[in-house]
């Protein structure tokens, strides 16, 4: 980097012939990363940082030292327009001076810079035609605005191509809710040979602070600290349930007093197909019991499952998701449980609502600023999965699953079971009947009114 690293935005040679000052002055928080990366690298930064020109110089300085057989770099933006647009023309300004010495050659058809002194390339791809990377040789990857790409630009196509040469990726963006960017910065900070970094609009200097000072008065407070505060919990755009909302449940501890008078309900959300979990899911008013999972288990034994729970807790209601349970709700109504289903597509109780899966996810997003539910990561990694958005007449809709799982994520089966105890109302319970269930393996003639004062 020394020889990249001068001051000047107008470039200059430097007395040593092979010193080319490309007008890069590094910020601190620049340097930083620079010196420290590792093989996979993901840096979550704010809006208007420096991470694109960060990531373009790193791409730039490994191709002219890089001296193995013609070396092979890329850098991907969502679109390839916005490649164009933003890297392209940026990367074809910092190597001018190498240009106008005829040490670099532009492509202009095909995105790419040539160096001329060891053949390597670097190449600007937009993640909207991704087959175009399909089959490549890379030696290092600069993905930019993570969060927007699918995950099958980095599993199944730029990963691969790395490994021929052990190449190395960054990761750069912003953070937008659950998506592949959040997955890979969560898990980067547990492995050896990744490094995750964060830096605020306050670790930068790279804005005026006058500047975020009108940015933070103006901006919704959840905009703010996703965009500039790079803030992974705040909501994004369009997410029905935040992260912050859901480590708070996940927090919170209630007295039995706040949930012991309220209805016993289990949600059942049975496995549709592959890696899809079946999950009985048991919630009284506030308080969201630890939910029971299960793989691989056919409907008989779900079943047998549910029958068991539903007794031994002695559930108020047991609402079955429709859409792939018929066979579990068949075979509770034939042993004596008496179940409702649920179609998670059939009409809402509430017409602003497109379906009753919207209603009943809204329904809990609502209810869980003070519900509390167990601390597990995948439970809240499902509950805070969804976007939602509005159809032609203005209800609300929520994500399709298969949308979901497009981004990378899990089917949020976990979510839906909780999701179903709100399938519809329940009666509270009576006085006595919570006296009861407290003192089941007490004689009911010991009630006494007086103890609930």
């Known amino acids: 980097m020394s020889s990249l690293a001068r001051t000047s935005r107008s470039a200059r040679v430097c007395p040593s012939p092979m010193l080319i000052d490309l007008g890069y002055y590094p910020r601190q928080w620049q340097l930083e990363c620079h010196k420290a990366l590792k ?77 001329r002194h060891n053949g390597a390339q670097i190449r600007v791809f937009g993640a909207d035609n991704h087959d175009a990377m399909r089959g490549l040789r890379i030696d290092g990857a600069v993905l930019d605005e993570v969060a927007q790409m699918k995950p099958e630009v980095w599993y199944e196509i730029i990963q691969p191509a790395l490994s021929d040469r052990k190449g190395w990726a960054m990761f750069i963006g912003t953070p937008n809710g659950i998506n592949l960017f959040s997955e890979l910065f969560f898990k980067a900070r547990d492995l050896p040979d990744w490094m995750a970094r964060r830096y605020t609009v306050d670790d930068t200097d790279a804005l005026d602070p006058d500047e975020v000072d009108r940015l933070e008065r103006d901006m919704a407070p959840s905009a703010f600290a996703r965009e500039y505060l ?85 559930a108020d209601a047991v609402f079955v998701d429709a859409g792939a349970g018929a066979g579990v709700i068949d075979r509770l109504r034939q042993i004596g449980v008496d179940c409702i289903e649920v179609p998670f597509g059939g009409k809402p109780i509430d017409p602003q609502y497109k379906n009753k899966r919207a209603e009943m996810w ?46 990378g994520l899990p089917s949020p089966d976990m979510g839906d079971a909780l999701a179903l105890t709100f399938a519809m109302p329940v009666g509270a319970v009576t006085e006595k009947e919570a006296w009861v269930r407290r003192h089941s393996n007490e004689d009911i003639s010991d009630y006494d009114p007086m103890e609930l004062i």
């Open 362 to 407: 809204s329904l809990m997003a609502e209810w869980i600023v003070s519900g509390a539910i167990p601390n597990e990561a995948e439970l809240k990694q499902d509950l805070a999965a969804p976007t939602y958005s509005y159809d032609a007449v203005g209800r609300k809709q929520l994500e399709a699953k298969d949308e979901i799982k497009k981004r």
């Open 230 to 314: 790079c803030d992974f919990a705040a909501a994004g755009d369009n997410q029905l349930i935040s992260l912050s909302d859901v480590e708070a449940a996940s927090q919170r501890v209630l007295q039995r007093h706040e949930y012991d008078w309220s209805p016993k309900i289990l949600g059942v959300d049975p496995a549709r197909f592959g890696a899809d979990r079946s999950v009985i899911f048991p919630r009284q008013g506030l308080r969201a019991g630890t939910p029971i999972v299960m793989r691989g288990v056919n409907n008989m034994d779900l079943a047998a499952r549910v029958a068991q729970e539903a007794r031994n807790w002695q």
């Open 39 to 115: 093989r996979f690298n993901v840096l979550a930064l704010h809006r208007r940082a420096g991470k694109t020109e960060l990531a373009l110089m790193q791409l730039i300085t490994a191709a002219l030292k890089n001296n193995d057989d013609r070396p092979f770099y890329v850098y991907v933006a969502p679109f390839l327009k916005q490649s164009k647009a933003i890297a392209w023309a940026r990367m074809k300004d910092r190597l001018a001076p190498l240009k106008n010495i005829e040490g670099v050659s532009f492509n202009e058809s095909e995105l790419t810079v040539t160096i």
